[in-house]
């Protein structure tokens, strides 16, 4: 069973220009979260999908905008880019129906690695 | 693979030895808390959970104590090993839907020497 996959693994772009990422994610898992990580810190939360909807959002702008497929794999869409952008964004995923080891436990993906120069 | 923290705090130990890394999360209304390590070039990996209606929770080799009063999470390693070397997170959430999202606090960066 394949855990969460994301592409691509890293991706470097220019100030202004516009990225999308991908995340598909584990086996049975409904929800799609994405969280961005600057070097040096915690991962924080961007939004959340399920049932192809935003439900959750954190602080961040409207230039983060996303989407989720019926198959529930995800996008990430960031435009307008700036240098504070360059971070690595994780995308995890989770379901409260799955099961597992503990309730609400969210499978984080390797993460795709942007770079804004 | 890239480092995931270049400035967190860091905390060396040798080999064999406990290792305790801690934690103050920040909302008195989080219920559920995890740990995550996170190795060089990966995505966080669950390694404990403890619900807030207990102090204590332990797994193989790991032990996780939660005090309430301060908002204090710490994360007790027994018998440090090298592959333990990581970044270690902590997370806070709330359990009542299920989806929610958490909130990571800043991390530490075990070492562990041979």
């Known amino acids: 069973d394949a855990g969460v996959t994301q592409s691509p693994t890293h991706l470097i772009k220019t100030r202004g220009q516009q990225v999308t990422l991908r995340c598909s994610p584990k086996s049975g898992h409904d929800t799609v979260s994405w969280y961005q990580q600057a070097l040096g810190q915690g991962p924080q939360f961007i939004f959340q999908y399920y049932e192809e909807e935003e439900r959750q959002r954190g602080n961040f702008p409207d230039r983060f905008s996303g989407h989720q497929f019926p198959n529930y794999s995800s996008e990430l869409n960031v435009n307008a880019l700036l240098l504070g952008d360059s971070a690595l964004y994780l995308c995890?995923?989770?379901?409260?129906?799955?099961?597992?080891?503990?309730?609400?436990?969210?499978?984080f993906g390797p993460g795709t690695r942007l770079t804004v120069l | 693979g890239e480092s995931v923290g270049l400035h967190l705090p860091t905390l060396s130990v040798q080999e064999g030895d406990n290792s305790i890394i801690n934690c103050a999360y920040s909302n008195s209304a989080s219920d559920y808390f995890i740990w995550y390590k996170q190795e060089s070039g990966k995505g966080p990996q669950f390694i404990i959970d403890?619900?807030?209606?207990?102090d204590k929770r332990q797994g193989q080799r790991v032990t996780v104590l939660l005090n309430k009063t301060v908002k204090h999470l710490s994360l007790q390693i027994a018998a440090t090993q090298p592959g333990d070397s990581a970044v270690y997170f902590c997370a806070e959430t709330l359990m009542d839907t299920g989806r929610r999202a958490l909130t990571f606090g800043s991390g530490t960066r075990l070492q562990v020497q041979p």
């Open positions: 403890i619900r807030s209606n207990m």
């Open positions: 995890a995923s989770s379901s409260p129906l799955a099961g597992g080891s503990s309730y609400n436990e969210q499978f």
